[in-house]
């Protein structure tokens, strides 16, 4: 298993551009969500998705959207880059355990620079 | 509202030495609790849970940590610190009716001296 694989590692962008984020997991687990990682403020959930065709907002959803199509990938588009948006992105995938919990398998990362 | 605080930025402890990374918590019903760890440059690694039964948990590379429901804290422990711990930890927490949403604290970076 791969696990959870993110796409690009690194990325700049100018203000105003736009771009997507790749998640893909090869787990079969039916939640996936997206963090954005900035220093002193731990991850803060951007969006998630309990399963396909199924979305909703996190703590920070504002100049984001997700689609979820298929089980495996859940990509994050940033419509218009502003500087506030440089940080690091992760991608999470879980299945829900026997005792109902979800244990979150995260991604590498990507660092997201916008100037 | 859920919440997690992580009281420290930063924890020095000697190699050797016990060390303890603090976590309390808030979430309306049962929580679940999660510590995951951080290297640099690399994604989050899961490093052990508490859902229900024992209180005292234990997880990967010797960590374990203590559920005190009535100080609402779920601290890490290690009894024998390494300079390979060295690391960002993080404290998590959802509830039994949203069980897939995690709540992160911001994070405390362990530093283990030789």
């Known amino acids: 298993n791969a696990g959870v694989t993110q796409t690009p590692k690194f990325q700049v962008l100018k203000t105003g551009q736009s771009m997507t984020l790749q998640c893909a997991q090869d787990m079969n687990h039916e939640y996936m969500s997206w963090y954005r990682q900035d220093p002193g403020m731990g991850l803060r959930l951007i969006h998630y998705s309990v399963g396909a065709g199924i979305t909703d907002q996190g703590e920070v959803p504002n100049g984001y959207n997700v689609s979820r199509s298929t089980t495996e990938d859940f990509p994050l588009r940033l419509l218009s880059a502003a500087p506030s948006q440089t940080s690091v992105y992760f991608c999470a995938s879980s299945g829900r355990d026997r005792n109902l919990s979800y244990e979150q398998y995260f991604g590498p990362g990507t660092r997201l620079t916008v100037t | 509202a859920q919440s997690v605080a992580q009281p420290e930025d930063q924890v020095n402890v000697a190699e050797g030495n016990p060390l303890t990374v603090k976590c309390t918590y808030s979430?309306?019903?049962?929580?679940?609790l999660f510590w995951y760890v951080q290297y640099p440059n690399r994604g989050l690694q899961f490093l052990l849970k508490y859902i229900t039964g024992d209180n005292l948990v234990k997880g990967s590379y010797g960590f374990e940590a203590e559920f005190n429901k009535s100080q609402t804290s779920f601290h890490l422990k290690k009894p024998s610190a390494l300079v390979s711990d060295s690391a960002l930890y993080f404290c998590?927490?959802?509830?039994?009716?949203?069980?897939?949403?995690?709540?992160f604290g911001s994070g405390t970076r362990l530093l283990v001296r030789p």
């Open positions: 979430v309306s019903g049962n929580p679940y």
């Open positions: 998590a927490v959802s509830s039994m009716d949203s069980s897939y949403k995690l709540i």
